[in-house]
């Protein structure tokens, strides 16, 4: 099976950047699809970001021009860069990776907070 830890997360001022990692771990790792979820306080859960095994991405119009997702070139660790960073991107950022068999995994989550 496969284990995923994200890292990254914290308190953070309207404008400023953070970036986020998720490390993947565990044998015979073969990603279909990378993606990155946010669970706002009080609303739904919503889906950010998603990085394909061909390295095709998606963003949600909310993060576009802000937010960049990407991996290393193992594919074990996918990332988040948050640029411009605004109070309402506050949420639990979670990782969730499928791999080729279909078989999804999820992180345990990570909090942002944009706050002055």
């Known amino acids: 099976q496969v284990q995923l830890v994200e890292s990254g997360g914290g308190l953070v001022q309207p404008g400023g950047s953070l970036r986020l990692s998720c490390a993947a771990s565990?044998?015979?790792?073969?990603?279909?699809?990378m993606l990155w979820y946010r669970h706002p306080p009080g609303k739904q859960r919503e889906l950010v970001a998603g990085?394909?095994?061909?390295?095709?991405?998606n963003y949600a119009d909310s993060v576009k021009g802000r937010f960049t997702i990407s991996t290393d070139n193992g594919k074990n660790t996918v990332y988040l860069q948050m640029n411009s960073l605004k109070p309402e991107d506050t949420a639990v950022y979670y990782c969730?990776?499928?791999?080729?068999?279909?078989?999804?995994?999820w992180g345990r989550g990570t909090q942002v907070t944009v706050s002055s």
């Open positions: 969730n990776v499928i791999l080729q068999s279909g078989l999804p995994f």
């Open positions: 990085i394909s095994n061909s390295g095709s991405t």
């Open positions: 565990g044998s015979n790792f073969s990603p279909s699809v």
